[in-house]
């Protein structure tokens, strides 16, 4: 289906069925029960949780061990610490697709519901600004919105914080998915700017997106803001690396 295609629909959908008439997790048309999902998802997703008493203290990462083998070639101008709430897996990976591909922004309030009670944990000295990871402007004729900006949008809602596009995306970096970690940060080398570097200086950021994996775009964005003076950069998003995947 084109994007435009897709994006009248998830519209149209909105308005047809303001209650939510399916289950974001699984597609399940009686799954109106629980708002936005049906309750088997909303049991699935609290599985999906990260414990974060077992998580690494510097990418939020699920530990098996004592050791996180996620985060040990994250750069030290990069990130300071980062978290997220859920486990991308099965209704996370399903939630964060209707938001991002298929329009439905509103599910931003709900993921910033469960992100802001990280925030405190990550940044117990406060934070002066929430800072979305920025889309390239090619990509946003296409979908519309930034995903990230809607997320930080409502956390910001949630928290108090001022949200402040404070970057930019120059390069249209392709599907990072498909590429290793070596290749992911090679790729997004230039691929972001800073608007007014004088708006991070003596800062602490929060930066949020849908998903951190291997954390080379936050800790580009990071590397970009502390560059420019910014005391700490924080990282948050709703989903990364799956439970009991490490
Ligand atoms: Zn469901
Ligand atoms: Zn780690």
């Given at each position: 289906?084109?994007?435009?295609?897709?994006?009248?629909?998830?519209?149209?959908?909105?308005?047809?069925?303001?209650?939510?008439?399916?289950?974001?997790?699984?597609?399940?048309?009686?799954?109106?029960?629980?708002?936005?999902?049906?309750?088997?998802?909303?049991?699935?997703?609290?599985?999906?949780?990260?414990?974060?008493?077992?998580?690494?203290?510097?990418?939020?990462?699920?530990?098996?061990?004592?050791?996180?083998?996620?985060?040990?070639?994250?750069?030290?101008?990069?990130?300071?610490?980062?978290?997220?709430?859920?486990?991308?897996?099965?209704?996370?990976?399903?939630?964060i697709?209707?938001m991002k591909y298929?329009?439905?922004?509103?599910?931003?309030?709900?993921?910033?519901?469960?992100?802001?009670?990280?925030?405190?944990?990550?940044?117990?000295?406060?934070?002066?600004?929430?800072?979305?990871?920025?889309?390239?402007?090619?990509?946003?004729?296409?979908?519309?919105?930034?995903h990230?900006?809607?997320?930080?949008?409502?956390?910001?809602?949630?928290?108090?914080?001022?949200?402040?596009?404070?970057?930019?995306?120059?390069?249209?970096?392709?599907?990072?998915?498909?590429?290793?970690?070596?290749?992911?940060?090679?790729?997004?080398?230039?691929?972001?700017?800073?608007?007014?570097?004088?708006?991070?200086?003596?800062?602490?950021?929060?930066?949020?997106?849908?998903?951190?994996?291997?954390?080379?775009?936050?800790?580009?964005?990071?590397?970009?803001?502390?560059?420019?003076?910014?005391?700490?950069?924080?990282?948050?998003?709703?989903?990364?690396?799956?439970?009991?995947?490490?």
């Amino acid at each position: 289906m084109k994007p435009f295609l897709s994006r009248l629909g998830a519209s149209a959908m909105e308005l047809v069925y303001p209650e939510f008439a399916n289950c974001m997790g699984c597609a399940e048309p009686s799954g109106t029960d629980v708002r936005w999902l049906c309750g088997e998802c909303l049991a699935k997703l609290e599985e999906c949780r990260i414990d974060r008493d077992r998580a690494c203290p510097r990418c939020g990462a699920p530990l098996k061990g004592d050791i996180c083998v996620r985060c040990g070639d994250w750069p030290r101008d990069g990130v300071n610490r980062a978290a997220y709430a859920f486990g991308y897996q099965p209704p996370v990976d399903n939630i964060i697709r209707n938001m991002k591909y298929r329009g439905v922004y509103r599910l931003g309030s709900f993921m910033a519901t469960d992100m802001a009670r990280l925030v405190k944990e990550l940044c117990p000295d406060g934070i002066d600004r929430i800072v979305p990871v920025p889309m390239h402007p090619a990509r946003m004729r296409e979908r519309g919105k930034n995903h990230a900006q809607v997320i930080a949008a409502a956390l910001s809602g949630e928290t108090g914080i001022p949200c402040e596009e404070m970057l930019v995306r120059i390069k249209n970096t392709r599907q990072q998915a498909k590429l290793t970690g070596e290749e992911r940060r090679e790729a997004l080398k230039g691929a972001f700017g800073i608007r007014e570097p004088s708006e991070a200086s003596g800062k602490k950021i929060l930066l949020v997106d849908d998903v951190i994996t291997t954390g080379s775009t936050v800790n580009e964005c990071a590397r970009l803001l502390r560059g420019a003076g910014a005391m700490r950069v924080y990282a948050c998003a709703f989903a990364g690396e799956a439970k009991g995947g490490l």
